[in-house]
């Protein structure tokens, strides 16, 4: 089993094999020296290809489990005694939180109910044996700027004292297991931190999202589904820079903080759609596309009846933690999302054995 050492701390990842899970596993593995232990329950979202390469690596260890299961939580905290607990395993997609809220509860407030109670007796335990690793203990919970609701104002942003407003069942969610997490740490003194993020793209995102679905739908020559009349405005950041930024926080964040992190990528979702189906025109363009028989991908943009409860602006304030920590991205939207495409474009085989699953590409939670 793992052992932290002088050069090497055990982290503890919950969720692994999702979109930005698998993004700081790739980060710990291949540029520091860490050990990562990752616990993934591989529902729809989850697949261990989004680690290919890293899968056999020595510092690297999976276990198939479900983090509602205390007895196998007591199981892995007992076996690898981590130093630090990044907690990402959640139901992450409004549309499907719609449909069936009950797993969302289950999964993002049982989970880390249960997660955190684990984590507490492990801690307990830890400052009666190893005094110092008590100290050097950290639990980091990862969530959204979703559970703030929208913003009104063009100008404003979410900052860490921006009062929870969640309008989806997924939001509320996430809410609650971000009061669950402050609440461990007033209450029993668990070292814990807190992270808000605003919208990720990049590579190894499942096609449900608005990016790699409307990528894969045009590569396909199906509608792009924009949902109102698309002047929805997020934040936009590259999943490679939150990663980097979990892991900075993970380890240098100040216990019971809270650290927004955003991409400064403000753009209308229509305005995402374009620039992607101009970016495909330039990288694959339609008369390469045996798919297609169009001048330009734009020809597929279809709206279609706005979701319920759709908040109109996120916008995050990260100046926390560039001041602070001294984050900033790496990645501007334009950089980033070409990445992406090209990404796309050249790895067929993991997207491919995405769609050939139960998911077809459409977009859920239609009432």
Not at 344 to 354: C, G, I, K, S, T
Request: glycine letters at 6%; proline letters at 4%.
């Amino acid at each position: 089993m793992f052992r932290a050492t002088n050069m090497s701390k055990v982290f503890l990842i919950t969720g692994g094999a999702g979109f930005i899970g698998s993004a700081v596993i790739r980060e710990l593995i291949n540029n520091t020296q860490h050990q990562v232990v990752n616990v993934d329950k591989l529902t729809y979202a989850g697949n261990k290809q989004s680690l290919a390469g890293i899968n056999e690596h020595p510092r690297y260890f999976f276990i198939h489990e479900d983090i509602c299961n205390r007895e196998a939580m007591n199981s892995v905290f007992l076996d690898f005694m981590p130093d630090i607990v990044m907690h990402l395993a959640a139901e992450s997609h409004v549309d499907r939180s719609i449909d069936s809220p009950g797993e969302f509860v289950q999964t993002n407030v049982v989970g880390t109910y249960t997660l955190l109670e684990a984590s507490r007796n492990y801690y307990i335990e830890l400052k009666n044996t190893d005094k110092q690793k008590a100290e050097e203990f950290r639990f980091h919970h990862i969530s959204t700027d979703e559970v703030y609701g929208d913003l009104h104002g063009e100008k404003d942003l979410f900052t860490e004292d921006t009062p929870y407003a969640p309008s989806s069942p997924y939001s509320a969610s996430k809410a609650s297991s971000d009061h669950m997490v402050r609440a461990w740490q007033r209450t029993y003194g668990l070292p814990t931190l807190v992270t808000n993020c605003s919208n990720n793209y990049g590579p190894f995102h499942f096609p449900e999202k608005l990016i790699p679905l409307m990528i894969l739908n045009a590569l396909a020559g199906k509608a792009l589904p924009v949902y109102g009349d698309g002047k929805q405005v997020r934040d936009w950041l590259y999943v490679e820079d939150h990663a980097r930024a979990l892991i900075k926080v993970a380890q240098e964040g100040v216990i019971a903080e809270t650290y927004n992190i955003g991409g400064h990528n403000e753009k209308q979702n229509i305005e995402v759609v374009m620039t992607l189906c101009n970016l495909l025109d330039e990288l694959y363009p339609t008369n390469n596309n045996d798919s297609v028989d169009l001048t330009s991908y734009k020809e597929l943009i279809t709206y279609v009846t706005d979701r319920p409860g759709h908040d109109l602006r996120y916008a995050i304030d990260a100046s926390k933690i560039e001041k602070e920590l001294g984050w900033i991205p790496e990645e501007t939207f334009e950089t980033g999302l070409k990445k992406t495409v090209q990404w796309y474009l050249d790895n067929e085989n993991w997207w491919q054995a995405v769609l050939d699953g139960s998911y077809q590409g459409e977009r859920l939670g239609k009432l």
